[in-house]
């Protein structure tokens, strides 16, 4: 007896191969998924260990005793120095000053083909002080590629053009190089064999008499993710191209935001459920893209305040119509302390002589991306002793 078999019809196929596809399609939506996990747990191990070495290089390089104070240069401590209407800040120990940003270089100065000052950063903006004093530093300095904390002080003798020096020893020329703000550093242009995973840009601040540094560790990638080469550029015309651009300074005064108390949006501690949220603007009914100057508000993103802390945003938004913004924890509370804030106080409410916890008012932070379109991916930040 002859049997007969009978193939597979065309329409069996067709369902075996659907089947067969959305089984790849799933297996295959896993890989972008662990590889952003992958990426994410690479940057919490290796974020503390290039902001430790930031520290190493600061230390070698610079030494507490070169800081001075703004009392030295006939000047209270001001929060952006160099516009028309500055913030005076909440006073402190006699002599200490806020968080401030060293200044930049972004144009090559030397003849010497092995020496690139282009990203530099000038602990203390020594070339353009002796620019603007007659010195012999900066005597080559062209000034519309620099960028500096304070553009102008205050004392005839010894105007401050940045990070406030000791003037007994004078104004030390210290420059940090963007090679040696890069991890690892042992690539500095064609020709070598891998490009730096890692960047890193400082602050400095006086603070109960001694010397703090805080370190912001990114990425800079290209659009497939990739680590890319990297020259620190000079800001936006829109963000001020005198001002260092990196960290950015963000005033959360300025409507519709408002400083981050303790409590919540609600200043309420017993209410937990918003203890951890800020406020930022109302989602818009067409979103549109969040302003640089505003990509603290970005998932993942590292800030610091002028309290010293560290916070991260858990919950963020990316354009206008996101929201709220949740930070990992809540906003500390901000105690009146004389060590922080003197005796004085303005009007408002007050417990003794001080005011109550006043609120972060400035932030600072990588934003998502420089003034020439690359894209920045903050990493993590630190604040460490000098």
């Not at 193939?7 to 799933?26: D, P, T």
């Not at 020096?165 to 550093?185: D, K």
């Not at 003794?352 to 998502?368: E, K, L, M, Q, T």
Request: aromatic content about 12%; glycine content about 10%.
């Amino acid at each position: 007896m002859i049997f007969s078999r009978r193939a597979f019809s065309l329409v069996e196929l067709l369902l075996a191969v659907f089947i067969l596809g959305i089984g790849i399609i799933g297996i295959s939506a896993l890989f972008p998924a662990g590889i952003a996990q992958q990426r994410q747990a690479n940057d919490d191990i290796m974020g503390p260990i290039v902001a430790d070495n930031a520290m190493a290089i600061l230390r070698t390089k610079l030494n507490p005793e070169w800081f001075g104070t703004m009392e030295e240069f006939g000047s209270a401590d001001l929060i952006f120095p160099n516009v028309s209407a500055p913030v005076t800040h909440d006073s402190t120990v006699p002599g200490d000053w806020e968080w401030k940003r060293p200044g930049f270089l972004f144009k090559k100065m030397s003849t010497d083909p092995n020496i690139d000052e282009r990203g530099a950063i000038d602990i203390f903006s020594a070339y353009y002080t002796s620019n603007q004093l007659g010195g012999t530093i900066g005597t080559s300095l062209d000034l519309s590629k620099i960028a500096t904390e304070n553009i102008g002080g205050t004392g005839a003798s010894a105007p401050l053009f940045g990070i406030p020096y000791n003037t007994r020893l004078g104004i030390p020329p210290v420059l940090i190089f963007q090679s040696e703000r890069a991890y690892p550093n042992n690539y500095s242009g064609a020709g070598k064999k891998k490009r730096p995973a890692y960047y890193w840009d400082c602050m400095f601040r006086r603070f109960a008499g001694r010397i703090q540094v805080a370190i912001f560790v990114y990425r800079v990638v290209d659009g497939g993710g990739e680590p890319r080469d990297y020259i620190v550029s000079q800001g936006s015309a829109a963000l001020g191209t005198a001002l260092p651009p990196l960290p950015l300074l963000f005033d959360l005064s300025i409507a519709p935001f408002s400083p981050w108390k303790f409590g919540g949006l609600d200043g309420l501690p017993l209410t937990i459920l918003d203890n951890a949220k800020v406020l930022n603007p109302n989602p818009a009914t067409t979103p549109g893209n969040i302003p640089v100057e505003q990509s603290w508000q970005f998932p993942g993103q590292w800030i610091l305040d002028e309290y010293n802390t560290v916070h991260r945003v858990l919950t963020g938004r990316r354009t206008s119509k996101d929201g709220p913004v949740i930070l990992t924890r809540p906003v500390p509370a901000h105690p009146p302390l004389a060590e922080l804030f003197g005796v004085t106080y303005t009007a408002g409410t007050t417990v003794g002589a001080v005011r109550a916890d006043p609120g972060a008012r400035f932030i600072w932070f990588i934003p998502v991306t420089d003034p020439k379109g690359f894209t920045l991916v903050p990493v993590y930040a630190s604040v460490q002793e000098l």
